[in-house]
């Protein structure tokens, strides 16, 4: 028997296959659901790999657009950085646009109510050795800048031309030592002379004793030395002293001119109709050194 089925066990296998497919196929049509054992099997199996598939696609493909994302971003945030720069820098180009045109508003202003001849210059270069207190402007003969004009800013007196050239011009300032500007005191009408000081500032001397002086006066050009207009802010009074028994009193002046910001001056010729004659002969401005 055994014999029997080694040798026709191909056979047997063949026909026992035959036999379940002919059974499967009959009882398939004579029913409404499927019997399918193998696919049964292959479904169990294959269902947990595609979940495990599918889920590692879903990672694989959030990761991605993670990552895109992430580039995205990246790449936004370097755009909006440039941007912030560059309108940081319009922003500062047109504020300095603004100041300059400011200045240059005021200077114009500043020579409609000029009497004479003055020019616009600007500063080109300062005394940097601290035995003068000078600056170059750059504007000269070719000009009409000439030695003796008064040179202004907006805020008030700067100083006055002490040497030309065809096309430059050196200005002493008001807080050299020797400068001197005949001033009136607005509040008082006082009247004295403005020098730069050796410690720096300017002082108010030639002040009569009994005028009425005090802190924080206003002081402003004569218009009688021949040199500055009249009614041209030089400075506040910032402090007093007097000497009992004196014919003067003296006092300490703060610049209206802060003189390390100058970028823009207006260089004028006083009227000769603010300079009596009497003017060189009386009053304080006989005592005004001769500068530079």
Same mark, same amino acid.
């Given at each position: 028997?055994?014999?029997l089925?080694r040798?026709? &066990?191909?056979?047997?296998? #063949?026909? #026992? ?5 002919a059974?499967?196929?009959?009882t398939?049509?004579?029913t &409404?659901?499927?019997?399918d054992?193998?696919g ?6 294959i #269902?947990?790999i595609s979940?495990l598939?599918?889920s590692?696609?879903g990672?694989m493909s959030n990761t ?5 994302d992430?580039?995205?971003v990246r790449?936004e945030r370097?755009w909006?950085r ?5 309108l940081?820098?319009?922003?500062e @180009? ?11 508003q005021?200077l114009?202003?500043?020579r409609?109510?000029?009497?004479g001849q003055?020019v ?15 600056a170059t402007v750059?504007?000269g003969?070719?000009d009409?800048?000439q030695k003796?004009?008064?040179v ?5 007196v ?5 040497? #030309? &050239?065809?096309?430059?011009? @050196?200005?002493l ?6 400068s001197g500007?005949d001033?009136?005191?607005q @509040?008082s ?6 020098e730069? &000081?050796l410690n720096?500032g300017?002082?108010l001397?030639y002040?009569?004793?009994r005028e ?5 006066d ?8 021949g040199i500055?207009p ?8 910032? @402090? ?9 009193q ?7 001119v802060d003189?390390n910001k100058?970028?823009e ?8 109709n ?9 009053g304080?401005?006989t005592?005004a050194?001769?500068?530079?």
């Amino acid at each position: 028997m055994l014999n029997l089925l080694r040798r026709y &066990s191909v056979l047997f296998t #063949t026909g #026992t296959l035959l036999l379940l497919s002919a059974a499967l196929l009959v009882t398939n049509t004579r029913t &409404s659901r499927r019997i399918d054992p193998l696919g049964v099997v292959f479904l169990e199996i294959i #269902t947990p790999i595609s979940h495990l598939l599918s889920s590692v696609s879903g990672t694989m493909s959030n990761t991605w657009r993670t990552y895109v994302d992430l580039v995205g971003v990246r790449q936004e945030r370097e755009w909006l950085r440039r941007r912030v720069r560059e309108l940081e820098n319009q922003v500062e @180009r047109a504020g300095t646009l603004e100041t300059q045109n400011a200045r240059l508003q005021a200077l114009l202003d500043l020579r409609e109510g000029m009497p004479g001849q003055s020019v616009a210059a600007r500063i080109t270069g300062v005394d940097a050795s601290g035995l003068f207190r000078t600056a170059t402007v750059n504007k000269g003969e070719s000009d009409g800048v000439q030695k003796g004009m008064a040179v202004v800013s907006p805020g008030g007196v700067v100083g006055r031309v002490v040497s #030309t &050239s065809p096309n430059a011009a @050196r200005v002493l300032l008001l807080e050299d030592p020797s400068s001197g500007v005949d001033v009136l005191v607005q @509040r008082s009408r006082a009247r004295g002379i403005v020098e730069g &000081s050796l410690n720096g500032g300017c002082q108010l001397k030639y002040v009569k004793h009994r005028e009425d002086l005090r802190v924080g006066d206003l002081v402003a050009t004569s218009g009688l030395d021949g040199i500055f207009p009249k009614g041209v802010l030089v400075g506040t009074v910032s @402090r007093l002293s007097r000497e009992e028994g004196g014919l003067f009193q003296t006092a300490q002046v703060e610049p209206a001119v802060d003189f390390n910001k100058l970028e823009e001056v207006m260089v004028v010729e006083a009227p000769e109709n603010e300079v009596p004659p009497e003017a060189s002969q009386n009053g304080p401005a006989t005592h005004a050194p001769s500068g530079g």
